[in-house]
């Protein structure tokens, strides 16, 4: 079974020296939206769009499936 990890978006702010606040602001998403991430949770799509929109990236760039331990 595959689960969702937002490392690579954790990554992507420090690299463009961004906080999830400031992230919030730009991508006009809610501070409990970015608590489900850190959290490990699966959010909207429209979420991570947003962020996409906000950071200039795709998809791709901020999530990745991995396999999740038994």
């Known amino acids: 079974m595959k689960k969702i990890s937002y490392k690579k978006l954790w990554k992507m702010l420090i690299d463009k020296d961004l ?9 006009n ?4 939206t970015l ?7 699966s ?7 947003k962020i996409c929109n906000a ?3 795709e998809i791709h760039d901020i999530i990745e499936l991995i396999a999740e331990e038994n």
Request: aromatic share 0%; net charge positive.
């Open 19 to 27: 906080n999830k606040q400031t992230l919030a602001q730009t991508a």
């Open 29 to 32: 998403i809610s501070a409990s």
């Open 35 to 41: 608590t489900k991430m850190s959290k490990g949770e």
């Open 43 to 49: 959010v909207n799509i429209d979420m991570l769009v």
């Open 55 to 57: 950071l200039n990236c």
